[in-house]
């Protein structure tokens, strides 16, 4: 057992994160909230060229994957730097026309994996699993949607309101069928429904992570720095003792996270019940950092103009993003490992 | 990266869960914390060491079976899998024993290892006073030179098990005059029956008789009794201290099989209707595992050549938290028999949890409180200036 990032692992982190920092990420965060996508799409498309979406799509599809852990590890990346955009969604589809394409028509593989691996086009994705919304449907290049029963597989046709989110760099909508193009359909589907939704759950808990280590990163500089009381407010014990705690809950839910990464990487019978471990404490210690970040900040972390605001925003909609707390609990307790 | 174990590993958990099948008692021991359960205990180490199990991590030539890391680990799942009685000799084998490894001689390793491994000597820890708990550089109690040892005076306080064990291992001042509280001491063993020890038992919140406190008037020790270097005793006990705290004192295994019996307590008890308990019930599991698998990585980077060091702190919060919400969640589970202790004739057969609650109410206190442990978090591994502390 080496239960460990390999070198090559550990840099291919580092190097997003270098590639991130420069792009000046944030900028692009505002931008896409703001309605304009033209920062994002530039981000997503070095993103893309970095290999990230690559790791989801299976290699006779012009991919590398799937890779867990490497998927893992830039999704830690793209959390820890608020990028906006259907990350989760791109790379759900993928494993959705990619994953079983034994069962699947592979047509719909043949057409769409190629360009979701390269950054052409960015998909939305909707399934039962996941609520009645797709992200960013209204940038979106297809929006892919299961039916319920999970029999038949669609792009959507259009879709109603554009409804905002807490996080308003996440544009959510119910997308329409009705004049779709219908790509697959079966009991199959059914099958690749719920691999693909174990996919986007797991991308959400490490992304969920990364939000939730940027937030405790900027807070500890924030403490280090803010002066009240003629002393640094980080020398304070109850400050100190709150990122303490911020930093315990992180801590243990980023091995969850690799734990679920290797789970999907076997295809193990308990991967439902991991990936669903580490997106209730992913979820859970990234809401934590994002309420202990903003009260060591004081009113300025309260500031929409302040930075850190686009990461306290984001950590409260992961949550209920791909499965609330609840349902992933009950699904821990439904493994057959128990 | 993965969680595959070798076949060698795997045969090794399976010898380990063949013999425990075979040897655990019939029957649970009678509570380590009293007179009658510490010789039972005594017993199982007994047990345990004929087979050599007693301290599978150690060199064969000290009664080891010179185990991995790995296969500690599994070690331990096995034995809290299979419900294997608590561990008498928990202290001296987590504590003493890597200090004496680190800073003992071969002489005390070669005289005092393998009587702890067989339970024939049973150590408790003399650190604590009445007035040094938290700020244990504060300690007072002494150390004096005489012509071929020491002689030891004060009072320790808080000692686990001390009042049924046989030597006990502390710190003692040993240089009044020294610069800095933490320089000036030594570390050294004692037996608990020696001219001028006297023991007081006194009951812990359940009322058990183990625990005690020292008094110490002219206890002589004899050089060779003396761990590392006179006046350089807060170094080893470092050490020691960072084992405490670190993988050796709650070892994964413990909780991932608590949180085994409190799924099938839930599944008995409850019912997937009451989703509050339901959700509580969820989080302990999710909690065990994250514990298992932080453990693995860190074993993994120990095999690998790295070393964790205030890291450790993050472990000590976590159980102990852990700890306390699995037994919380049991007897809340248990409705109106909540309140009863593990002895009343209505408390589930699968008992334990009334018991292991009290128990685990210490976790955040000793090893280190929280507090301090959290101060160690925030200064260590996140770089935060120092308080007013120290
Ligand atoms: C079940 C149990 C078994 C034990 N076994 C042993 C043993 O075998 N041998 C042994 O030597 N000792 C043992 N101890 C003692 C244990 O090590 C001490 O209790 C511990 O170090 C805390 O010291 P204290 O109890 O004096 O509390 P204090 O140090 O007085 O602390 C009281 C409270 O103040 C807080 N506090 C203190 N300083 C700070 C600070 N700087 N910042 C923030 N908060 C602070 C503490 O966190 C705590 O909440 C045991 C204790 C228990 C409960």
């Known amino acids: 057992m080496k239960f460990l990032l390999d070198d090559e692992q550990a840099e291919f982190g580092r190097t997003l994160d270098r590639m991130l920092t420069s792009a000046g990420a944030p900028a692009a965060v505002r931008a896409w909230g703001g309605g304009d996508t033209g920062p994002g799409r530039a981000l997503w498309k070095r993103i893309a060229d970095a290999g990230v979406f690559a790791l989801a799509v299976p290699e006779e599809y012009e991919g590398m994957g799937p890779l867990p852990v490497e998927l893992a590890v830039s999704f830690i990346e793209l959390g820890r730097h608020a990028v906006p955009g259907p990350l989760v969604e791109t790379v759900a589809a993928a494993v959705l026309l990619g994953g079983p394409a034994e069962c699947l028509d592979t047509s719909a593989a043949q057409r769409w994996l190629p360009r979701l691996a390269s950054g052409q086009a960015m998909a939305s994705l909707a399934m039962p699993a996941g609520g009645p919304y797709a992200l960013d449907m209204d940038t979106a290049d297809v929006t892919f949607v299961v039916g319920q029963g999970e029999t038949e597989l669609h792009t959507a046709s259009g879709h109603g309101t554009v409804q905002p989110s807490i996080d308003p760099a996440r544009r959510l909508a119910v997308p329409h069928i009705a004049g779709g193009v219908p790509l697959v359909s079966g009991a199959d589907v059914g099958a690749a429904t719920r691999t693909a939704a174990d996919w986007a759950a797991f991308a959400t808990a490490a992304q969920a992570l990364g939000v939730g280590l940027a937030l405790v990163e900027r807070t500890v500089a924030y403490a280090k720095q803010r002066t009240q009381f003629s002393t640094t407010i980080g020398a304070f014990q109850a400050v100190k003792h709150r990122l303490a705690d911020a930093l315990i809950g992180l801590e243990f839910a980023r091995p969850l996270v690799h734990g679920a990464a290797v789970a999907l990487a076997g295809k193990s019978p308990d991967a439902g019940a991991e990936v669903a471990a580490a997106k209730v404490a992913a979820g859970d210690a990234a809401y934590a950092a994002a309420r202990t970040a903003l009260q060591l900040h004081g009113a300025i972390g309260y500031t929409a103009e302040y930075d850190l605001s686009l990461w306290i925003r984001k950590a409260r909609a992961l949550r209920s993003a791909w499965g609330s707390p609840s349902a992933c609990r009950a699904r821990v307790l439904a493994a057959p490992g128990g | ?390």
């Not at chain 2, 039972?40 to 009664?63: N, Y």
């Not at chain 2, 009587?115 to 040094?132: D, K, L, R």
């Not at chain 2, 761990?227 to 405490?244: H, K, L």
Request: with cysteine; hydrophobic share 40%; proline share 6%.
């Open chain 2, 1 to 390: 990266m993965d969680l595959d174990f070798t076949a060698a590993e795997d045969a090794f958990r399976a010898e380990a869960r063949d013999w425990l099948a075979a040897h655990i008692p019939a029957s649970p021991l009678p509570s380590l914390e009293t007179a009658e359960g510490f010789a039972a205990h005594r017993a199982w180490e007994r047990t345990l060491s004929a087979d050599r199990w007693s301290v599978v991590s150690w060199p064969a030539r000290h009664g080891g079976r010179d185990a991995s890391i790995l296969q500690w680990l599994i070690f331990e799942e096995e034995y809290f899998a299979a419900g294997a009685p608590g561990r008498v000799s928990q202290n001296g084998i987590n504590l003493l024993a890597p200090t004496l490894f680190e800073h003992g001689t071969p002489e005390q390793c070669g005289r005092i290892l393998p009587a702890m491994a067989s339970g024939e000597v049973i150590w408790a820890q003399a650190w604590s006073e009445p007035e040094s708990g938290s700020d244990l550089a504060s300690l007072r109690s002494t150390a004096t030179r005489t012509a071929d040892g020491w002689l030891l005076n004060g009072q320790k306080a808080w000692s686990s098990r001390a009042a049924f064990a046989d030597r006990a291992f502390g710190l003692f001042r040993s240089d009044p005059d020294a610069d800095r509280p933490h320089r000036g001491l030594t570390y050294l063993m004692f037996p608990l029956d020696a001219d001028g020890v006297t023991v007081r038992p006194v009951g812990r919140l359940d009322g058990k008789p183990a625990f005690a406190e020292l008094f110490l008037d002219d206890v002589f020790v004899p050089d060779a009794d003396v761990i590392g270097e006179p006046g350089c005793g807060w170094q080893a006990a470092m050490s020691t201290a960072g084992n405490e705290r670190g993988l050796t004192l709650r070892s994964p295994g413990r909780f991932t099989a608590a949180a085994e019996r409190l799924t099938a307590l839930w599944r008995a008890e409850a019912g997937p209707d009451d989703t509050t308990l339901r959700d509580r019930v969820a989080d302990a599991v999710i909690r065990s595992r994250a514990y298992q698998l932080f453990t693995y990585a860190n074993a993994s980077r120990i095999a690998a050549g790295g070393s964790i060091g205030a890291e450790s702190s993050l472990n000590k919060v976590f159980w102990s938290e852990l700890d306390i919400g699995l037994h919380e969640t049991a007897l809340d589970l248990l409705g109106p028999r909540g309140e009863l202790s593990d002895e009343a004739a209505d408390a589930p057969a699968e008992g334990g949890w009334a018991d292991g609650y009290i128990f685990s109410l210490a976790g955040p206190i000793y090893a280190g409180t929280n507090e301090i442990q959290r101060d160690i978090i925030a200064e260590r591994l996140l770089g935060l200036p120092k308080g007013r502390r120290s």
